[in-house]
Structures are given as structure tokens and as C-alpha cells.
């Protein structure tokens, strides 16, 4: 790979991608592919931490898969792959595991409120993922991590560990970097906007998914939830008309003062219309891709295998770094 920095992201496969995941994630990942080396994954193993349906897990991966090519990754330029193709983060995750402390997990906001939702399966998997994200990012050390603002506490324990590993070991790990965009970092939920815009909610309403079709999208804007007042301007308190101001700005390219004068005067019908319409044309060719990638199975699968091939390459020099710098004894 050429002398670039590197950028590693991964995405859960536990559904379709919702309009947060694109807007806080995924389209910045398309772009960065010219000037940075990328590393792009579907992360299937910590989709587990949570139950899933094998046939459905199955099925989401690929989904998910076709996805990313059809949000703009493209395989030739970026490395594309799954998780569990990959040894090497699992390994790594076990020697960083015992680099992390108990106290550290227990203070993670996702693990308490994803324990908090599932009560009855508060498995380890789920308390130690954020260190298998670290491996993630360290197998490849990686100096840029494209993520919504959600997973900044976890990128933060993810240097915190690093830091500790480079203090035990001597220098090795980089200490990556979030890389959070300005607007649109965190998409609410358009049925309870103080919440997160989630793959898991289960109230369809909320979530924008990037395959619903026009008509869908529409409905779905129209039943936003806003407040009792009628001016569209962005202003604390304003939850749900933010929300649709945040979306808006992100899929056009108009800032706010921009926005709040082409809706002077206007109600909050007409904005919900145009937010819907906005979208809808906007996430049109990634439903287009898709309906085609998704089609060419052999295709897929050429490309995740030599996703995998190239990503277990990478990875396995620095995880048998890290394996020499703990003392385990070479095999060859
Ligand atoms: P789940 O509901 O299964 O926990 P999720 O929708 O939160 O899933 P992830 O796979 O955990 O999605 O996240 C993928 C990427 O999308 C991450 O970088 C995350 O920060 C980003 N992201 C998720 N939801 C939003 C959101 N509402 N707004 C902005 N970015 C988001
Ligand atoms: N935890 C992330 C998904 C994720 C990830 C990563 C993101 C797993 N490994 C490595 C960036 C880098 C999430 O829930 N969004």
C-alpha cells in the first residue's frame, strides 16, 4: 500500500443501515478512499453481543456487504471485508484484553444501555466489544477512525489501551484518531427526538432506513415529531425541527442560515415535504446499486475473499509483532 495515512471503520450487520449510520458514518467513507489508505468492515462478530438469527445474520452480512459497495466503497481502492474472515482480530483482542481493566468497561454509556436492553443476556461478549474494536483498529494501526459521535468513548478507550500496551511493551501502537463529522455526527430518532436514530429501534417510524423507497421515506418525515410552535429555525429546545434541519443540511449542502430563510414564512408541512424529498433523491442511487451489486453473488464473493486475503496480510505482520512483544515463543 502506498505511504498514506490509514483509515479503519467497521458497521454492525444487525440490519439495513438507517440514515444516521449514513449520514454519521458511511457517505464519509466513499470520499476518503483518494487520499487515504482505507480499511472498511463488516463487523459480524460484534453484531453476536446482541442475539441474532443465523439465517439472519447471514443474510444481513451480505446485505450488508453490497451495501458498502453501493454507498461508494470500492474494493479495488479500499480493503472490504468481514470480520470473522479475519484471525487476526480475535487474537489481538485477547492480548488487548489483558492489557484493559475491568473499571474501564464498566463505564462504557453502550454496554449500559445496551445491558440495560437486554437484561436477560448481559453476555462478556457484550462487556468487552470495545476491545475487539480496539483490535480492529489497532491489527492494521490505524491513524484515522470514521465514526459517528456515539462511538467517541470507545475510540477514546481504544488509545487508553494503546497507550498502556506502548508504556508495557515499548513504543508500537499509533494512537488513532476519531474522525467525526461536523453536522450530522448524531441523527435522532424522528419519533423521540432526544435519542439516537438506531438500527435496533423498534418503532419503524423512527428510522429512515437507506432502502425504503420514496413514498416511504415521505410518510415517514411527515410523522416526524416536532413541537407546537411553527418557525423552522435551529434553536435549543427545538429537538425535532434541529433534527430535520441537521438532515436537510447534510443531504443538500445548505447551512442553516440558508435553510432557516428558505422556509421563512412557511409551515412545518411544507419543510417535512422537502426534507423527505431530499433524502429520497439523495439515497435513489445507492437503492439503484444496490438492487444491481446485490444481484451478482459470485462478484461478492470474489471481492470479500480477497478483502479477507488482503486484511489477514496486513494485519498478521503487527499481530505477530505484538505476539513476539508479550513474550509468546515464535513457531517458526
Ligand atoms: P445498533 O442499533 O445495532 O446498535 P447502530 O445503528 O447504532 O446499530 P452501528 O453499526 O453501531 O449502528 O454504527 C455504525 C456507524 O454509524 C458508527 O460509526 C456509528 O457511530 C454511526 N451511527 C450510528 N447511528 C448513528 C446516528 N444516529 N447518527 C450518526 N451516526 C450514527
Ligand atoms: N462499535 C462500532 C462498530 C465498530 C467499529 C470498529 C467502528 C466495530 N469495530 C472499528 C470503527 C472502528 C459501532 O457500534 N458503530
Known amino acids: ?21 449514513y449520514i454519521g458514518a458511511i457517505r464519509n467513507w466513499g470520499p476518503l478512499q483518494d487520499e487515504y489508505n482505507c480499511i472498511y468492515c463488516v463487523v459480524d462478530m460484534h453484531a453476536i453481543t446482541v442475539k441474532q438469527g443465523p439465517v439472519k445474520l447471514r443474510q444481513s452480512t451480505m446485505n450488508s456487504y453490497a451495501l458498502l459497495m453501493a454507498c461508494g466503497i470500492d474494493p479495488e481502492k479500499s480493503i472490504l471485508f468481514i470480520q470473522s474472515h479475519v484471525k487476526t482480530h480475535a487474537e489481538l483482542s485477547w492480548v488487548l484484553g489483558c492489557n484493559t481493566q475491568f473499571g474501564e468497561l464498566s463505564r462504557m454509556t453502550q454496554f449500559k444501555d445496551k445491558s440495560q436492553r437486554h437484561p436477560d ?32 468513548q470507545h475510540l477514546e478507550l481504544a488509545r487508553n489501551i494503546a497507550q498502556r500496551f506502548n508504556q508495557r511493551y515499548g513504543d508500537f501502537f499509533t494512537l488513532p484518531e476519531p474522525y467525526i463529522p461536523k453536522v450530522g455526527a448524531k441523527v435522532m430518532s424522528l419519533q423521540d427526538p432526544t435519542k439516537k ?29 416536532t413541537d407546537s410552535e411553527a418557525e423552522i ?3 435549543e429546545g427545538k429537538d425535532g425541527i434541529n433534527n430535520l434541519m441537521t438532515i436537510y443540511s447534510s443531504v443538500t449542502g445548505k447551512d442553516f442560515a440558508a435553510i432557516e430563510s428558505e422556509f421563512a414564512g ?19 442511487p445507492v437503492r439503484t446499486e444496490f438492487a444491481r451489486i446485490s444481484q451478482d453473488k459470485a462478484f461478492l464473493k470474489k471481492c470479500y ?12 505482520r503487527i499481530v505477530s509483532k505484538v505476539y513476539r512483544k508479550v513474550g509468546f515463543v515464535d513457531k517458526t
Open 266 to 284: 412557511k409551515g412545518y408541512g411544507d419543510f417535512k415535504l422537502a426534507v423527505g424529498e431530499a433524502v429520497a433523491d439523495h439515497l435513489e
Open 1 to 21: 500500500m502506498e505511504n498514506k495515512k490509514l483509515i479503519f471503520s467497521g458497521i454492525q450487520p444487525t440490519g439495513t443501515f438507517t440514515l444516521g449510520n
Open 197 to 225: 436514530m438506531s438500527k435496533s429501534d423498534d418503532n419503524p417510524n423512527a428510522v429512515i432506513l437507506i432502502l425504503d423507497d420514496k413514498d416511504t421515506i415521505i410518510r415517514k418525515f411527515k410523522r416526524a415529531v
Open 305 to 316: 475473499t480477497e478483502g479477507a486475503e488482503k486484511a489477514l496480510r496486513y494485519s498478521q
Open 233 to 235: 429555525c435551529y434553536r
Open 121 to 152: 443476556d448481559i453476555n462478556s461478549g457484550l462487556f468487552t466489544y470495545p476491545v475487539l474494536m480496539a483490535a480492529d483498529i489497532l491489527a492494521y494501526n490505524a491513524d484515522l477512525v470514521p465514526v459517528g459521535v456515539d462511538q467517541k
